[in-house]
């Protein structure tokens, strides 16, 4: 009976492990051309995320980013901005649904090859009495082109009785 709950233990552990991407170690290649179209990155971590290997660093003065692979061929890179630095297309186009007190908690900008520049929101509001976390990606003309809502502490339960 032992050695079946060790056998079991082993092949249940090596599963998870299987299954986390985290810690990927990136092929010499892929390296090479991170370094040469990030010379300034600081701080360079690789993991692996539903098939894209990943870049997580930092360029000084400029904030915390993440390059994204496909297949070793770079397929956009996330940088951290301020708010203040959006286009004032989306701001306005933020604050004139939102209003310009809602707060900001992430602002993020992602550049990709040959295609427009997508900027991303992540603001808390109130729905129904609850806090939640609203996710707004935008063009730089300040169209929004997707909203996702995360309720925080949510019950529907309270709704009925």
Known sequence: MKKILYIFAALLGTAMLA???????????????????YPTAVDVEWEKRHGYAIAEFRI???????????????????YDMKYNDLPSAVQTAFESEYGAETPVDDVDRLERPNKETIYFIEAEIYVNGYIADI???YNADGELLR??????????????I
């Open 19 to 37: 299954a986390c991407d985290d810690d990927y170690n990136a092929p010499v290649a892929l390296r090479s051309s991170f370094s040469e179209m």
């Open 60 to 78: 000084p003065g400029e904030g915390e980013c993440e390059a994204w692979y496909k297949d070793e061929v770079w397929a956009g890179t996330k």
């Open 135 to 137: 996710y707004l990606d």
């Open 147 to 160: 909203t996702a809502v995360d309720i925080e502490d949510y019950n529907n339960i309270y709704y009925y």
